[in-house]
């Protein structure tokens, strides 16, 4: 199996490689910036960190976006943090428009932004938080609704359908922190450095069969 990384210049992407490579071994793990890779990929993983703007003309600069597209289109994909982000239409952050896989818009968290008990929350949401699971699905498997996973995030996304919603955390506000449908499924936080439940949820993407 060739499991493809894409890299776009954004971000060290070191530990997603390091817990794909734990969960599949002996499987083929690659990052790369090549076109051609990740389009003869069998999965591909879309991470990412920083600015949604620089994310995006870095990714056009590396002429990446038609296999993102194609393999988003075609075969299991997985969204890491900013790459949850890019796959919807527009975002806040520098007016930035995305890849319109996704219907919905990215926005930033309120300036002042508190918790139930009025303590005021920082901005950005940084640590381990709760996720809830919207719903079923594959990439779930083996961990328990209200698992612990670590976020570092500024902006969130917010769908046009909520039938796009897997799961949803609490941080001042609900909001959208994995969507889903038919063969991607993308996450706001980060597997790669949530431990147990995070390795688990690579190992459910390695093998899953949508």
């Not at 076109?35 to 620089?54: I, K």
């Not at 949803?168 to 980060?190: D, K, L, M």
């Amino acid at each position: 199996m060739r499991i493809a990384v894409i890299d776009y210049g954004m971000g060290n992407l070191r530990s997603v490689f390091q817990a794909l490579a734990r969960v599949a071994p002996g499987e083929e793990v690659r990052v790369t910036s090549d076109p051609a890779v990740v389009a003869a990929a069998d999965r591909v993983v879309f991470p990412g960190q920083g600015a949604m703007p620089d994310c995006m003309a870095e990714l056009d600069a590396r002429k990446l976006r038609p296999a993102v597209l194609q393999a988003a289109a075609e075969k299991p994909f997985l969204g890491i943090c900013i790459g949850l982000q890019m796959l919807f239409e527009q975002s806040e952050e520098g007016d930035a428009h995305g890849l319109g896989i996704f219907a919905g818009k990215v926005r930033r968290f309120p300036a002042d932004l508190r918790a139930a008990d009025g303590l005021r929350l920082k901005v950005p949401h940084m640590g381990w938080n709760q996720v809830r699971q919207q719903q079923q699905h594959p990439l779930w498997a083996g961990i328990a609704d209200n698992a612990r996973f670590y976020f570092v995030h500024s902006y969130c996304v917010q769908p046009t359908d909520p039938a796009l919603t897997a799961g949803w955390c609490e941080y001042g506000q609900p909001f959208t922190c994995a969507a889903g449908r038919a063969n991607i499924f993308a996450v706001q936080f980060h597997p790669e450095k949530s431990a147990r439940d995070g390795l688990q949820l690579l190992q459910n993407f390695v093998s899953w069969q949508p």
